[in-house]
């Protein structure tokens, strides 16, 4: 279910403190049973590694969860806070979109957060 034409895409909303990883990265990423989210705060890039085994830092994909929605969410507002803190494109009580770029080298997907841009409620998902 790889499609070559599809750039994987994360939402970051800063209101409720969550990161949503639309639906098509992780299956860009192999589906996974994990993903890691990892963060460089000097280049102010985002990344979403595909694992297979649990670590002290990846997070359970539960895809019977999945189903109906369109994106896996991560809620953690110290996270968001310091997103917040060190991108100055983000801000208190909005919502942003990342379109990224795949390595499938790597199977990483990556995000810049200088390129995050605000959306509005209807472009949500």
């Given at each position: ?7 994987p895409?994360?939402l970051?909303?800063t209101k ?10 992780l ?27 649990k670590?002290?830092?990846s ?22 806070v310091?997103?917040i ?7 208190f ?6 379109i ?14 200088k390129?995050a ?9």
């Amino acid at each position: 279910m790889k499609n070559k034409e599809c750039k994987p895409t994360i939402l970051i909303d800063t209101k409720k403190s969550l990161i949503r990883i639309h639906k098509q990265t992780l299956y860009m990423l192999g589906s996974p049973a994990f993903i890691e989210l990892l963060v460089n705060p000097k280049t102010l890039y985002v990344a979403v590694r595909a694992s297979e085994i649990k670590t002290n830092f990846s997070k359970k994909i539960n895809w019977s969860m999945l189903c109906g929605k369109n994106s896996y969410e991560i809620i953690s507002k110290i996270l968001i806070v310091r997103l917040i803190n060190i991108c100055e494109t983000l801000q208190f009580e909005g919502s942003y979109k990342i379109i990224g770029n795949y390595s499938s080298s790597e199977n990483i997907a990556c995000f810049d957060l200088k390129k995050a841009f605000e959306i509005s409620g209807d472009d949500y998902e």
